[in-house]
């Protein structure tokens, strides 16, 4: 079972839509949790770090739930620049595991 | 304004000749990480430094090694490439306050290096 697990993608969706990926992670003892987008050919950068209360940035909404082990982010009225990968991000002592990352295509 | 910055932005190496990347970091980080992206896949952790310790994943080859002479620099070389080495490798760096403190570890990448290995 790998570490941390992402909804395999892609998604494509409409402009306007909202949409949601998820992220399970096998190590309970993990202490921070995160999300990236990473463009094509780019580095990935920080979309938002995921707290237990929960956590929204304008359109983006992340939740934790710490007794499942699952993360999730919640994108709602989608824009065509959301177009990229998300990763799931789970830490443990500065060892940092990754998801495979979901695809998002925004279309018009 | 660059705060972790990557050297070269693009490396073409032979197969079996030694190449050093490089990466730096104006934050101060006291972390500093070297990942492996291949096309399509997840970045790989290939080890971290935590200040001077080093902290190597049980599956990163012998191949790979990485030096960190100070709080801002820190190389990966790869002693003998081969073919299966070429992807983008991404240096990224994290602030720990330790166990006194808490810290989100939220990771700042560099724009990462492509290697070609020929």
């Known amino acids: 079972r790998k570490e941390v697990e992402q909804d395999p993608g892609p998604f494509n969706v409409p402009e306007g839509a909202t949409v949601a990926f998820n992220c399970t992670y096998s190590?309970?003892?993990?202490?921070?949790f995160f999300w990236y987008r990473q463009d094509c050919r780019k580095e990935p950068k920080l979309l938002m770090s995921v707290y237990s209360s929960g956590n929204e940035d304008g359109r983006f909404t992340a939740q934790l739930n710490r007794a499942s082990q699952y993360i999730s982010l919640l994108i709602r009225d989608s824009k065509l620049s959301d177009s990229a990968t998300y990763l799931c991000v789970v830490n443990r002592n500065n060892d940092m595991r990754f998801g495979a990352g979901t695809r998002l295509t925004v279309k018009p | 304004d660059a705060m972790v910055i990557q050297n070269p932005r693009y490396q073409v190496t032979q197969f079996g000749k030694p190449v050093t990347l490089s990466c730096s970091q104006t934050?101060?980080?006291?972390?500093m990480y070297w990942y492996q992206q291949k096309s399509s896949q997840a970045p790989k952790l290939l080890f971290h430094?935590?200040?001077?310790?080093?902290?190597n994943e049980a599956d990163t080859p012998d191949n790979f090694q990485s030096r960190r002479p100070n709080t801002s620099f820190c190389f990966l070389d790869i002693r003998s490439p081969g073919l299966g080495d070429a992807a983008m490798y991404l240096c990224?760096?994290?602030?720990?306050?330790?166990?006194?403190?808490?810290?989100?570890?939220?990771?700042?990448f560099g724009p990462g290096t492509r290697l070609t290995v020929l």
């Open positions: 990224a760096t994290s602030r720990d306050l330790g166990p006194s403190g808490f810290s989100y570890n939220e990771q700042f």
């Open positions: 190590n309970s003892a993990s202490q921070s």
């Open positions: 430094y935590y200040d001077k310790d080093f902290n």
């Open positions: 934050l101060n980080h006291n972390v």
